[in-house]
């Protein structure tokens, strides 16, 4: 049987045509439908120069400055970055100021989780100072832990340790590893 001109120049020139036409249009679909379930990492919101005062029946109980916040509340574990460090005043029922600081911090909204990084000092206002290179906040629990080394001081005594966890007030301590003098 002999094809026609039409059903020859169908079989060679238009089907493998139009079968790359769906191929090639069915490649672009499929990467569009893949870059759908890409979530970028840029901030929905950047903040310069940061001060936030966090107030409770009108007093004040907290401050917080830093040179640079992002916002990253858009993702599926939303957190916020302080990748320029954190200055925090934090004041008690009376007006009692103690002072955090680091290099780096950043707020887990999710797990009410902050883990502050670089050169973490908390100085309370009785004059207890804790020096650490990382420690973790528990907001929720209202309490403090690392594993990492550290330096505790409270009236001259120093202790030197790796592990510690304790309230915010300081007032329930838990330390590991520790070597140093302290007198009770």
Not at 32 to 61: H, W
Not at 73 to 78: D, G, K, V
Not at 128 to 135: A, R, V
Request: proline share 3%; with cysteine.
């Amino acid at each position: 049987m002999q094809l026609t001109l039409f059903e020859n120049i169908h079989k060679k020139v238009i089907l493998p045509l139009v079968v790359t036409l769906f191929f090639i249009s069915c490649e672009s679909n499929f990467n569009e439908v893949r870059k759908i379930n890409i979530t970028e990492l840029n901030p929905v919101g950047e903040a310069q120069d940061f001060d936030l005062k966090y107030t409770d029946s009108g007093k004040i109980k907290a401050v917080l400055i830093s040179p640079q916040m992002l916002d990253y509340s858009h993702l599926e574990f939303p957190y916020t970055e302080f990748p320029k460090g954190i200055k925090v005043t934090i004041y008690d029922e009376k007006g009692n100021q103690s002072f955090v600081t680091s290099k780096y911090a950043i707020s887990y909204s999710v797990s009410n989780l902050i883990d502050l990084r670089g050169q973490v000092t908390i100085i309370t206002h009785d004059g207890k100072k804790l020096e650490t290179d990382q420690l973790y906040y528990d907001q929720q629990n209202e309490w403090f832990f690392t594993q990492k080394k550290y330096i505790f001081t409270d009236k001259g005594n120093v202790i030197n340790g790796e592990g510690i966890d304790f309230s915010k007030d300081f007032k329930s301590l838990d330390t590991q590893k520790i070597n140093g003098v302290y007198s009770l």
